[in-house]
């Protein structure tokens, strides 16, 4: 399986509402992260889960909140979103850095278009 | 801050020619990944090509090959064969770790029937 799976595909909420997005991968990666993309402009970071501890967080506002519950597993919490943070949402996969004998690209799921009205 | 550049923001080949997308980067480590990878419209981000900076060779993956000069911090993808698949954004990518993982602004690749 080197898949990474994302749902929803497509969210639409209010300015009011709480969502999440769901992540899940079984390649036995240990990094995951969420990306911010809008359209026709690189992905940006917003979290780095390794070993299922957070461990960067590019000064994303409080309204997104990241969770990993498992190895496998990695949500995005949304509340109180703005329309300015419309975009599509990556999540990725990896094997942690340093990890002998692997390769550290990305695998980067379908994501998640979300629109905030 | 590590930075990855690329120059043309928009690319145009014909069908079964040969493209090479420019990738230059700036870092002061010695030991790091770079990638290119590849998003269709609409479509899922995929890794296209791979190399590790220790590494001389320069990686190759079918038709899809790169030009990668350590001490000039530039690592060129050309597309061979070139196929209707291919149009897509293309975007170089550095990797210096869990925390240094950047990517160029990218380059719409249109290839013409």
């Known amino acids: 399986d080197t898949e990474v799976t994302q749902t929803p595909k497509h969210l639409v909420m209010g300015m009011t509402n709480k969502k999440s997005l769901k992540c899940e991968q079984h390649?036995?990666?240990?990094?995951m992260y969420w990306y911010k993309q809008k359209a026709k402009k690189p992905p940006e970071l917003m979290f780095v889960y390794s070993y299922e501890k957070l461990s960067i967080n590019e000064s994303v506002p409080s309204r997104f909140s990241p969770e990993c519950p498992n190895s496998s597993l990695l949500n995005l919490h949304l509340h109180a979103l703005q329309p300015e943070d419309s975009a599509l949402y990556l999540c990725?996969?990896?094997?942690?850095?340093?990890?002998?004998?692997?390769?550290?690209?990305?695998?980067f799921g379908p994501g998640t278009r979300l629109t905030v009205l | 801050a590590q930075t990855v550049t690329q120059s043309q923001p928009e690319m145009s080949v014909q069908e079964a020619e040969t493209v090479t997308l420019s990738c230059t980067y700036d870092?002061?480590?010695?030991?790091?990944?770079l990638f290119w990878y590849k998003q269709p419209p609409s479509r899922q981000m995929i890794l296209v090509i791979r190399q590790e900076a220790y590494k001389q060779q320069n990686a190759t993956e079918n038709r899809f090959s790169v030009n990668f000069q350590k001490a000039a911090k530039s690592f060129s993808l050309k597309i061979s064969d070139s196929q209707l698949g291919d149009a897509a954004m293309y975007f170089c990518?550095?990797?210096?770790?869990?925390?240094?993982?950047?990517f160029g602004a990218g380059t719409r690749l249109t290839v013409k029937p």
């Open positions: 390649m036995g990666h240990r990094a």
């Open positions: 870092t002061s480590e010695s030991d790091y990944y």
């Open positions: 990725a996969s990896s094997h942690p850095h340093g990890l002998a004998g692997t390769y550290n690209e990305q695998f």
């Open positions: 990518a550095y990797y210096g770790g869990v925390a240094d993982m950047r």
